[in-house]
């Protein structure tokens, strides 16, 4: 545990910046999260984390921290820990009044990350003993996408799979939705939907047909490793996607609703669907 008081050295890798050009801000001011992701070679990139908590949480997780923005207060207050712990991380500070001339910097409570990104296991890795997966396909919100992750940490789910059309878990604000859960739950990009069945997995796709049955289902809930099929906010799961599934799930409600957005969707069946007395 470190004081408020800690000071911080050596010195010289604390960088006083009086403006957003400095030399090493790219990553927080001008570059697209395309340009991020391929900043170091297509393999390994870079993605931004904010907030202490969450940065935090990264960096319990085995990621590596570049480079940090922060206010100066935070220097040897809540990035304090961080910093000690890598003491080749150059550090940038300025003025709340600078900083805050960043999109959205305000709400991170001072502190930027940039993090190196890891290269993505591959799917036997990711779903070696798993008996809950979820599977999101073309679901583009990063909103969506880091509250999926949320409910997917906390509801017992074993790993999570996108399709390439989906948006990419580790964006800025999909890592700050989530408050740092998608650097706990296994992760990666599959082609298919399809591909779990190689893997001894039913999959269930959460949609609207004739065939749909209830999320309560006693066949779906016992099946011994499930994955769940997520689609679209907008239009939902492609017709071959439906199709080829072994279930079509459905959440049962009132007053006429007929869909939930897709990341309440996710956390109810997350519940009802988790594996249960052991």
Not at 22 to 35: M, R
Not at 66 to 90: Q, V
């Amino acid at each position: 545990m470190y004081s408020a008081t800690s000071t911080i050295e050596p010195m010289n890798r604390i960088h006083h910046i009086d403006s957003l050009d400095h030399q090493g801000l790219e990553v927080y001011t001008s570059l697209t999260e395309a340009q991020l992701r391929n900043r170091l070679d297509p393999a390994m990139g870079v993605f931004i984390a904010e907030s202490p908590k969450v940065i935090r949480v990264a960096v319990s997780a085995g990621y590596t921290p570049l480079s940090m923005l922060c206010e100066e207060r935070h220097i040897s207050g809540d990035a304090a820990e961080i910093i000690e712990r890598f003491p080749d991380m150059p550090v940038y500070t300025g003025s709340r009044e600078l900083l805050a001339r960043l999109t959205g910097y305000t709400l991170t409570r001072g502190v930027l990350c940039a993090m190196r990104r890891p290269q993505l296991p591959p799917i036997e890795e990711v779903i070696k003993g798993a008996r809950r997966v979820a599977v999101i396909d073309g679901v583009v919100d990063t909103t969506n996408i880091g509250a999926i992750f949320r409910s997917a940490a906390a509801l017992d789910i074993d790993a999570v799979l996108l399709t390439p059309t989906s948006c990419d878990p580790l964006n800025r604000r999909a890592v700050r939705v989530s408050m740092g859960t998608v650097f706990l739950v296994p992760w990666t990009f599959i082609k298919s939907p399809g591909e779990l069945r190689d893997y001894g997995f039913k999959t269930a796709a959460m949609a609207l047909t004739d065939r749909s049955v209830s999320i309560d289902e006693a066949r779906l809930c016992g099946e011994p490793r499930l994955a769940l099929i997520l689609g679209t906010e907008g239009d939902g799961l492609p017709q071959a996607t439906i199709d080829s599934a072994d279930y079509v799930a459905r959440i049962p409600m009132s007053h006429g609703v007929d869909s939930l957005n897709v990341a309440a969707a996710a956390a109810v069946a997350f519940w009802q669907l988790r594996v249960r007395g052991e």
